[in-house]
């Protein structure tokens, strides 16, 4: 197992089609963990969207701090962790659309990416973006 570097955690990141499982903490302090969609734009920020009324929704609304873990499940095993901060929150139609069709190509293919970018930013959906404050990346697990 190596650490990897910024440039491999990128790469990684969008890499193929990894879902992020995402952690936020329920008003009880459990911790609420689910699987995401997402992208990253251009200042490493972790974008993705979900309902307004959806329990990560209320949770990071709460409080802002939030856990996301990436794996690649095929041998040799590599993952990358984020613990961040929630900076933006919004349900501007216009740029949840924007996001939402980005993402819906990367997990859809190009050619569904309308249709689901519409649905993914339909009334009551928003916008988050996630800024990074502790990132680590693990390659090569399984490596003898």
């Not at 009880?28 to 990253?40: C, N, R």
């Not at 962790?81 to 980005?102: H, Q, R």
């Amino acid at each position: 197992m190596s650490e990897m570097t910024k440039d491999e955690i990128k790469k990684f990141l969008l890499q193929g089609t990894f879902t992020g499982k995402l952690g936020t903490i329920n008003k009880d302090g459990t911790p609420h963990v689910v699987p995401i969609w997402y992208t990253v734009d251009e200042e490493d920020k972790i974008i993705f969207n979900t309902g307004d009324k959806s329990v990560k929704a209320k949770n990071i609304r709460r409080d802002n701090r939030v856990r996301l873990c990436i794996d690649d499940q095929t041998p040799l095993f590599s993952f990358v962790t984020i613990d961040g901060i929630v900076e933006l929150i919004s349900n501007e139609p216009g740029e949840v659309y924007k996001w939402a069709k980005i993402i819906a190509a990367r997990y859809m293919g190009n050619d569904k990416s309308e249709v689901y970018g519409r649905r993914n930013s339909a009334e009551g959906e928003l916008l988050i973006k996630i800024k990074p404050v502790r990132v680590i990346g693990q390659k090569n697990i399984a490596r003898w």
